[in-house]
């Protein structure tokens, strides 16, 4: 007999076992940074937010977004973070109750950036007159 597959059977997003498993990862994350238990030059006292995880669908890896307050000097505390991932996924296995601790990619979060480009997109006078019609 044979399988006929439909458009229903096919994930469309991330499940919800996925978006559970990068909500734990991202709070444990940004609890690490802020209590300042790695030891590295670059992220003593530099506020750091943790916007977002994305994880594979077999949890086996995580997409870390960050931004340092004020987002100076990104590109610096990205690379800090992918030198320490080894640190921080030693943390993440204590702290978390997961079969296996997700390996981590650090990338510097632009959504803030590119929300800016678009604020003034619409505040110029001919977009804002299209969009008014």
């Known amino acids: 007999m044979r399988q ?13 076992r996925q978006l559970r498993v990068a909500e734990l990862v991202r ?11 790695l030891y590295e030059e670059a992220l003593a006292n530099v ?5 977002e995880v994305r994880c594979s669908s077999d949890l086996k890896l995580a997409t870390v977004f960050v931004l340092p307050l004020g987002g100076e000097n990104g590109q610096e505390v990205v690379k800090s973070l992918a030198r320490n991932k080894g640190v921080i996924r ?15 990619r650090f990338m510097e ?7 800016d480009q678009t604020s003034k997109l619409l505040q ?3 977009v804002r007159r299209d969009v008014v019609n």
């Open 90 to 104: 030693k943390i993440l296995g204590r702290n978390l109750n997961l079969k296996f601790v997700p390996d981590l």
């Open 27 to 37: 709070r444990s994350i940004s609890d690490i940074l802020r209590k300042n238990e």
């Open 47 to 51: 506020p750091i937010t943790v916007s």
């Open 4 to 16: 006929t597959s439909n458009n229903f059977s096919k994930a469309i997003g991330p499940s919800n």
């Open 124 to 126: 110029n006078p001919t």
């Open 109 to 115: 979060d632009k959504t803030f950036d590119q929300m």
